[in-house]
Nanobody, 115 residues
Framework: QVQLVESGGGLVQAGGSLRLSCTAS????????MGWYRQAPGKQRELVAT???????NIADSVKGRFTISRDNAKNTVYLEMNSLKPEDTAVYYC?????????WGQGTQVTVSS
């Protein structure tokens, strides 16, 4: 089994910044990809950003230029640096890792941006 533990969510004013972290633990041989998704109330879960083991990234257009994804392979940890936050960024942010070809999800962390 693989566990993902997220941290770093919270309440911030528009224009502010937050940094999310997600660490994977358990039966890990190799993590193919790590990333962040978010789900706002009444909306479907959507991709925010992913990063492959080699460092290639995929960033949603809605956050491009404001959010940065990075990972520390030695720590099995992925980060999401969120700047210039907007009220529409309010959502539960979920970490996902592809381990051995299988997807694993974290429990989610709430990010709330006030106007």
């Amino acid at each position: 089994q693989v566990q993902l533990v997220e941290s770093g969510g919270g309440l911030v004013q528009a224009g502010g910044s937050l940094r999310l972290s997600c660490t994977a633990s358990g039966r890990i041989v190799v993590i193919n990809s790590m990333g962040w998704y978010r789900q706002a109330p009444g909306k479907q879960r959507e991709l925010v950003a992913t990063i492959a083991s080699g460092g290639n990234t995929n960033i949603a257009d809605s956050v491009k230029g404001r959010f940065t994804i990075s990972r520390d392979n030695a720590k099995n940890t992925v980060y999401l640096e969120m700047n210039s936050l907007k009220p529409e960024d309010t959502a539960v942010y979920y970490c996902r890792a592809i381990v051995g070809g299988l997807p694993y999800w974290g429990q989610g962390t709430q990010v709330t941006v006030s106007s």
